[in-house]
């Protein structure tokens, strides 16, 4: 199980901050990655971290303002991303896949597991 936090109302120019608790999930075991749903359009990969090697991959739309993180103490992983536009408003979903990171967040039908969706509204 996925669980994800931290969503809520940004102010345009500011940051968010989420967090995926997993249980029942080790992250050892799988990629784990950040998607988002924005109004209007389908789902998008945002950002993964490699559990091989903690290497990244960022979507083209947020490369420079996010960065993803994990703590597999915690079995947990992060999302901030700063310099937030209107854009970003949307459900942000954390995702486990086995497929490299690449892939990951080209397509979604890699994912094995999905958390529930956190709600991000950029706003004036």
């Known amino acids: 199980q996925l669980q994800a936090s931290g969503g809520g109302v940004v102010q345009v120019g500011g940051f968010l901050r989420l967090s995926c608790r997993a249980s029942g999930i080790s992250l050892d075991t799988y990629n784990m990655a950040w998607f988002r749903q924005t109004p209007g359009k389908k789902r998008e990969g945002v950002a993964c971290i490699s559990k091989k090697d903690g290497s990244k991959e960022y979507a083209n739309s947020v490369r420079g303002r996010a960065t993803i993180s994990s703590d597999n103490s915690k079995n947990t992983v992060y999302l901030f991303m700063e310099k937030l536009t209107f854009d970003d408003t949307g459900a942000y979903y954390c995702?486990?896949?086995?497929?490299?990171?690449?892939?990951?967040?080209?397509?979604?039908?890699?994912?094995?597991?999905w958390g529930q969706g956190t709600e991000v509204t950029v706003s004036s």
């Open positions: 995702a486990a896949s086995p497929s490299i990171c690449a892939a990951v967040v080209a397509t979604d039908r890699s994912v094995f597991h």
